[in-house]
């Protein structure tokens, strides 16, 4: 199993802002995917990060919104544009494994006020 | 898109008894489907995979069953401790062969009582 890292672990930000979030990871993986968790909800998919190539994104969520980068097979960053309180929610950051299973970073709390 | 329901957000039992947990889905049959704990503050942890052609998986007091007639995975955790509460999250593939992306369902939330 791969062991991930997240930064920042938690952050308050003001309406308006942008936060990127860092995720690494302790080995070379292809597929990278980063998910929102929303309060009392579960993860929804934002995208999927390949290295070399340009994030997927999932319905509902565009790019210019929440810029990817790959720039590595062990790095990965998430940005959150033009923040607004609709955007609280937990951020994660995912790898796949050998048998289609994921394993997850510890989460990126995000607060904006 | 996957719609995927777990039969209740909470659920207590008595230490030692048999927690089951259900998992029901309403559209197109996954390849496989997954179960994760997750505890609080933390990122869900894998727990059991098991694909469309298997009935059951086992992994020590661990057991998934997976009925793609039914639509409907049951997971079981036996002799149930209190360090096993958390919540638990089903989450599935597709849709498309080879399909990596998860939809998860809100999860169950387990409390083992003493």
């Known amino acids: 199993s791969a062991v991930i890292s997240q930064k920042p672990s938690r952050d308050i930000c003001q309406r308006g802002t942008s936060l990127t979030i860092q995720c690494q990871v302790d080995s070379q993986v292809t597929m990278m995917f980063w998910y929102r968790q929303q309060p009392g909800q579960s993860l929804t998919l934002i995208a999927t990060?390949?290295?070399?190539?340009?994030?997927?994104?999932e319905s509902g969520f565009v790019i210019d919104k929440f810029p990817i980068s790959r720039p590595n097979l062990t790095f990965s960053t998430l940005t959150v544009s033009n923040m607004s309180p609709e955007d609280s929610s937990i951020y994660l950051c995912?790898?796949?494994?050998?048998?289609?299973?994921?394993?997850f970073g510890p989460g990126t709390r995000l607060t904006v006020t | 898109s996957q719609k995927i329901e777990q039969n209740s957000e909470a659920l207590n039992i008595q230490e030692g008894k048999t927690a089951t947990l259900t998992c029901n889905y309403t559209n197109y049959s996954p390849a496989y489907l997954q179960w994760y704990r997750q505890d609080p503050g933390r990122g869900p942890v894998f727990l059991l995979l098991i694909r469309e052609n298997e009935k059951e998986k086992r992994k020590e007091r661990l057991k998934v069953t997976f009925d793609t007639t039914l639509k409907q995975s049951l997971f079981h955790i036996t002799a149930s401790q209190p360090a096993d509460s958390a919540t638990y999250l089903c989450a599935l593939d597709g849709p498309g062969a080879g399909s990596y992306q998860l939809t998860f369902g809100k999860g169950t939330k387990l409390s083992v009582i003493p």
């Open positions: 995912s790898v796949a494994g050998l048998a289609a299973e994921q394993y």
């Open positions: 990060a390949n290295q070399g190539s340009e994030a997927t994104y």
